[in-house]
Nanobody, 116 residues
């Protein structure tokens, strides 16, 4: 099992940038595919980005492609989400996800608010 803790959220103006971090506990971080999801008020949780165990493959939702970058440092048990050119529609609680086989683990989330 893995515990996840997100950080780096906050309030930013349209066009600004934020970098989210997700620190994972345990010694098997590199065994997990990692991802970021978000949930805006009144909406369902949606996929944002994912990265393979080695970091060699990345995947993005169309809505963030070209603006967000996911990366990971397996030596530091951490996954990152660099968010640039933020828009008000990016406002949401952002959740870190770890996936191993059919098991999903979630962090508590971090709030990102983009003001217009």
């Amino acid at each position: 099992q893995v515990q996840l803790a997100e950080s780096g959220g906050g309030l930013v103006q349209t066009g600004g940038s934020l970098r989210l971090s997700c620190a994972a506990s345990g010694r098997t971080f590199s065994s997990y595919a990692m991802g970021w999801f978000r949930q805006a008020p009144g909406k369902e949780r949606e996929f944002v980005a994912a990265i393979s165990r080695s970091g060699g493959f990345t995947y993005y939702a169309d809505s963030v492609k070209g603006r967000f970058t996911i990366s990971r440092n397996n030596a530091k048990n951490t996954v990152y989400l660099q968010m640039n050119s933020l828009k008000p529609e990016d406002t949401a609680v952002y959740y870190c996800n770890a996936r191993f086989l059919s098991s999903d683990y979630w962090g508590q989330g971090t709030q990102v608010t983009v003001s217009s």
